[in-house]
């Protein structure tokens, strides 16, 4: 909820999300070509009733600003006009503002004394009131209103949504380099913005030639993207780049585009004095840290952040150079690590509005099955992380729909298999992985997302919806280890055709199965050794399942295990070059293979969100802080240096931090909000600066923290 | 389909008559506030992509036009930029262009020497076609592509869709009066148009009051509708009123408004020397005629002829003056006008997709459940006028939906009953008619609509839905008379409350029972005299359901009678000053009276579609043409005089007519398409130019048309 006392524009809710996300969607190229996506771009209702009930005290002038057109209803009668101020009569009244706008989305802007637009207000795409003969108001309880959606920064008058741009800031060339007739330019580390020109003149084209690596951009012919130019005395004529900003002589191309390198080639009958880039992105606040003793392990943490930052936009996107796209997969693993990073829950919630999109519902997420199931897993840490129960019910009626969409497409045995037009993902493993049948990874995020169901249906007061997903959801629960669990291999199976156990083992299902907590201790201790520290078990090759890996491995305690892999992994990147995390890293690849992917030479995308996990991982289980209870309310602390000297860092929670220190002897805990149990091992009993310390097991000991000052534990 | 060869410009089905209704039903406005309607206005697919396999004798060079941002992919590789001109190698390729637009609707045209764009290209709005890992393209079997839909008159490069405008010329004003400090401007007739002022100088405000009425017009407090000006200078300042066209000193204003007369009142700092009005209209081929020796006949089938004409426009709109709105329930009466005058079926078509809107239905047509019906059933008259099942094959799936959202409503009778948020109408009588539980009309309706789907699930080959809704329309069919049949009234009651029939009669479900002959000829005969020609049931005073109830005597043979109320009841306007027919005429109301309703002084709209039913009775019942099947392919024409001395007139055909003419003596038939009988009464045994009569009945004759030829017959 909005509970700060300024207006704010609003509109209904998803709606001006879903046209950001297409205004950002739709921003991709390959080699001059616009790429749009290949799933159904809804559109925001064109038609929207604002209402409100208002009670002022003394006449008050309200002045309103409206994206499209728009009348002003009193009472029930229709004022003259589209104006700009109005007065507002002592007393109660209902206030209608009635907008229709095709291109842009509704929305409206009201500020008085006392009325003024926010989340307080209705809407409704379909107000149901008509007159009839006798010019009485037909019975309007059956019309469905929704609580108004706003962002607090659009704050004023001529703060107009549908004029948003990110922030963007002028950086310089590194390095300018004549190769082969042309120029190779150097931002010195991967980046995203617009290129521009200084002192253009002459006539004639400018071609440019992006890339991530210095062999993209010298490649003409295989590089990604590129741009050309048209140039006619200072005038560029090529109307496919229009000129965003323009002095006498600076041109900035009208598209962002993913780089580091810039190779430029032109007619010699055009120049140009230099070519720098406006960098474009997101001003956040960065609100979570890492430190520890070991530089490279810092490293990778800014790497990740930096990554992070890139691909953290209107929305989060997958990566910078290729898709730009919101992928739910993608979007789910982004909204992990920004809470341990920026604990930007708009972007989450701009995020899930823009996948999920309108009704009805005429394909999984993205058009993939485990990325609607990760559209659902996405809802339930939100509220797990924010504790923003407003969100929730917003939202509710198009997970309705979205789980109706795959209740739709089950089974005989009430599962999920990959129908025709349905994309079995996984990971990228093509070719070694079977997609037929029921695999056992759908139906554990499944069974997740009924369990999402059931617990937004409570919070949605829903309770009929409740119980019906609950017994959905124990229902699948009960069968997936009948289905799935293979004793001899002590591991869930990839898959079942025909209810039959198929013979492959791969990590995916057992990992999630883990940190869902849906086995006995003993079964997790099996698949440890079965599958997750099995070297014969296909190894996972994308950053993206290596996140789950990972995450598995550490929620069993495995942080030292955990913190080599990190370092090999990730730090191998940085020693290959890496400015920012990739799409998909294979340590046994050489000089250019790393650049490779989808039969194209530099397909791969070197700025991928699903690469920082580290972010994540060293937030939750190296700091090893988490909410146990919504938004924070409760948490729990479990250090783990992981073979590291000391940590040090800090977790965002919805209103404030938690800060925490460890070296071999001593913790230091500050919350500023929310209480819990810090949980460490002690060989020796510890002392606590405040509060009393718990034994709880051999070796092991708790510590209630509440209250905002810090807290001291000696330990040995 | 588009049978020509010249390219047109196409769309995804329904999207462009949805937008362009949007822009049309967004127009009305009430004493200078916009009024949008008050159910969902739907949108276009704001990305779409075209497709079409081509195979080229030789390279060929392509023209392409779009609204819109798009790509262009030959054999699945993207082209750089978005060309104008492409060239097509040699050979079989698929090409495929894929659009964005968010204002307005995505839209080519591409024009070469054999490929050109017609409705032999595939639309869809979600490809479903992604690249795996090894570039590999996904199974696009299970995408919905449908065929493109595009109108003949975009025939050009130039001639955009969302560029489109009703035509205009300019009228001048018959009469100008000085009164009250203004002037009264007549314009002779009702009409439709923008005004236009000539030596428009000063500075000041000119304020414009429009009347159907001179009443109306001089009553600046409670016309319907007026504008305000603000001159300054020659330029007009008040952005609410934009320019479309100006030279020195003409300024027309926006917005079109229907008018007889405008009151003109303005400050004495501003003058004009001429008030003018641009006439908008639909350039629309008469191909209907009427005439008789009655000369107020042949003037109620002018009057109505040209109330048709202003409401036939983008879509066929309920009244010109007040809501401009497409309501399905008088839409459904201009189908069966049009078909007896115009024959546009692009209009109709236009209407269907309009009111329609998109998936998902949120409530009925115009939230109204008897207009989700007219829907139905204006589809099937579509299809047994014009016989065209491609568009029944593209709007079947809507269908579907639609349908789907009525059974979802119906009770434990599977019956219709009007929930919170429906509005029943039935028609304007509010105050007299129960509206409560299951409406006889509703139902009667109901199980048409049933049947309409049927015969459109054959046509659209899916013999599932066929069957499955035979089955619907037979159980509702069998429920009808023992649920609503009143032995001892010998009528359909009005309703039923609790399973138990209420005692009310009223016209509405019994005329309707008659002309879709779901009763016996005994129960027929019993309603007219029971019901129809009985002045103790609540009389109709809508020109809107007097359309079937003389629709449902004609039926019965009552041609006379009919021929008398026509007269009384039309003629009546006329004489009261009518030049055009209105929405409600009570013949006991006096002066202004007349132009009263909701409430309201001027209320009522004095331009009214379904006004005009007389064309279509004059048609259907006394030139007595109809088609029998699909398409005029079988007609049949069974002349009747009631009571006039000779008729004569043309029925319009898909690509024919049917010419008749008809005293007491002879009947003279031309048809120059399709096959059927001619059936008359002869006293004696009638003689043919050509062909044999046959004697079926007592009296009753029939002779087969079948060739062009004129056929004449000598009867007695």
Chains 1, 2 share one sequence.
Not at 531 to 541: F, Q
Request: aromatic share 14%; hydrophobic share 35%.
């Amino acid at each position: 909820m909005n509970n700060n006392s300024a207006a704010i524009w609003i509109w209904y809710p998803g709606d001006y999300e879903i046209w950001l996300a297409n205004q950002m969607n739709n921003c991709r190229t390959e080699r001059g070509a616009f790429f749009p996506h290949f799933w159904k771009m809804d559109s925001h209702y064109v038609l929207v009733e604002f209402s409100k009930k208002i009670d002022v005290g003394e006449a008050e002038e309200i002045e309103i600003a409206v994206e499209g057109t728009f009348n002003i209803k009193l009472d029930g009668k229709l004022q003259f006009g589209m104006p700009k101020k109005f007065t507002l009569p002592t007393g109660k009244h209902s206030l209608n503002i009635k907008v229709w706008n095709q291109a842009a989305v509704p929305a409206i802007f009201v500020n008085g004394k006392t009325v003024k637009t926010d989340n307080s207000w209705k809407v409704t795409y379909e107000d149901k009131e008509w007159i009839d003969e006798s010019g009485k108001a037909s019975d309007t309880s059956a019309t469905i209103y929704m609580a108004a959606e706003g962002w607090t920064n659009f704050d004023a008058a001529d703060k107009l949504p549908s004029q948003y741009k990110l922030a963007t800031e002028e950086h310089k060339a590194v390095t300018v380099t004549d190769v082969q007739g042309g120029q190779l330019i150097d931002f010195g580390k991967e980046t995203f913005g617009f290129l521009r020109f200084h002192a253009l003149s002459g006539k004639g084209k400018i071609n440019m030639y992006y890339g991530e690596s210095k062999e993209e951009a010298m490649d003409t012919e295989f590089c990604e993207t590129l741009d050309q130019l048209s140039v006619d005395g200072n005038k560029v004529t090529d109307e496919a780049l229009a000129i965003t900003s323009s002095t006498e002589e600076i041109y900035t191309l009208a598209n962002s585009k993913a780089f580091r390198y810039v190779y430029v080639t032109k007619d010699a009958s055009v120049d140009f004095k230099e070519l720098n880039m406006l960098y474009e992105f997101k001003p956040e606040k960065q609100r979570g840290s890492f430190k520890c003793n070991d530089e490279e392990v810092n490293q990778i943490w800014n790497v990740g952040a930096y990554t992070m930052q890139l691909t953290t936009r209107e929305c989060f996107i997958d990566g910078i150079k290729r898709d730009r796209w919101i992928w739910s997969g993608d979007a789910y693993q982004s909204y992990l690590m920004n809470y341990y990073l920026n604990f930007d829950s708009q972007t989450v919630k701009n995020t899930s509005w823009a996948l999920r999109g309108k009704d009805p519902v005429t394909s999984h997420t993205n058009t993939i099955l485990d990325y609607t199931f990760f559209w659902f897993l996405g809802i339930y840490d939100y509220y797990l992380y924010t504790g923003d129960e407003h969100f929730i019910s917003q939202v509710y009626p198009r997970m309705q729909t979205l789980m109706d969409y795959v209740l739709g497409r089950t089974n005989k045995n009430g599962m999920v298999e990959g129908l025709t037009g349905d994309w079995v993902f996984v990971d990228w493993a093509d070719g070694f992985m079977d997609k037929h049948g029921e695999l056992s990874f759908e139906q554990v995020l499944f069974a997740k997302s009924l369990e999402t169901m059931a617990l937004c249906a409570k919070l949605a007061n829903n309770t009929a919806d409740q119980s019906k997903y609950e017994k959905l959801a124990a229902n699948l629960r009960a069968k997936l280890l009948p289905a799935f669990w293979n004793k001899t291999k002590k591991a869930l199976v990839h898959n079942r055709l025909n209810d039959v156990q198929q013979s492959q083992i791969t990590r995916y299902s057992n990992m999630f199965a883990v940190f869902f907590n849906y086995l006995s201790p003993e079964q997790k201790q099996e698949i440890k050794k079965s599958v997750l520290m099995n070297d014969s078990v296909m190894k996972i090759s994308t950053p993206y399942m290596r996140f789950y890996e990972l995450e598995a491995l550490c929620a069993m305690g495995e942080q030292k295990q955990v913190m080599k892999e990190m370092k090999d992994y990730w730090g191998g990147m940085i020693r290959e070059g890496a400015t920012s995390f990739w799409e998909k890293y294979n340590p046994t690849d050489k000089g250019a293979q790393h650049l490779a992917m989808y039969g194209r030479p530099y397909g791969k995308s070197l700025c991928h969100a699903w690469g920082a996990s580290p972010i994540y991982l060293l937030g939750k289980y190296y700091l090893g802080i988490q909410p146990i209870k919504a938004g924070y309310s409760e948490f729990a602390i479990a250090p783990n240096l992981g073979g590291l000297k000391w940590i040090e860092g800090t977790v965002p929670t919805p209103n404030g931090e938690i800060k925490l220190f460890m070296d071999t002897k001593t913790i230091k805990v500050t919350a500023t909000e929310g209480k819990g149990y810090l949980t460490f091992v002690s060989k020796s009993k510890p002392k606590a600066s405040k509060g009393t310390v718990e034994k709880i097991d051999a070796d092991k000991y708790r510590l209630l923290i509440d209250g905002k000052e810090e807290v001291e534990v000696n330990y040995k």
